[in-house]
């Protein structure tokens, strides 16, 4: 999974599964990896894309399609860039 990650939060990103095949219609979920509150649900659209706006912290994002889970990131304010 690739994220459109800044210093304000994680603004989005694509589902890319290998050889460059996208999930669309997944559910992503980004959870707070500390406190186990999930912060968002969005689900990706027809070329994978998603955007999903939460707060910088220690944050799993997950996702999922029909039972699936097709990708998971564990992202944290040192992995955010600008």
Request: no cysteine; glycine share 10%; proline share 1%.
């Amino acid at each position: 999974m690739s994220d459109g990650s800044s210093e304000s939060g994680m603004d989005g990103g694509t589902i890319v599964l290998q050889p460059n095949s996208t999930v669309s219609g997944a559910t992503i979920t980004v959870t707070n990896t500390n406190t186990g509150a999930v912060l968002g649900t969005t689900t990706s659209d027809s070329s994978g894309s998603f955007s999903l706006h939460v707060a910088v912290a220690s944050n799993t994002v997950t996702a999922k399609k029909d039972g699936v889970t097709y990708a998971t990131a564990n992202l944290t304010e040192d992995s955010v860039t600008d």
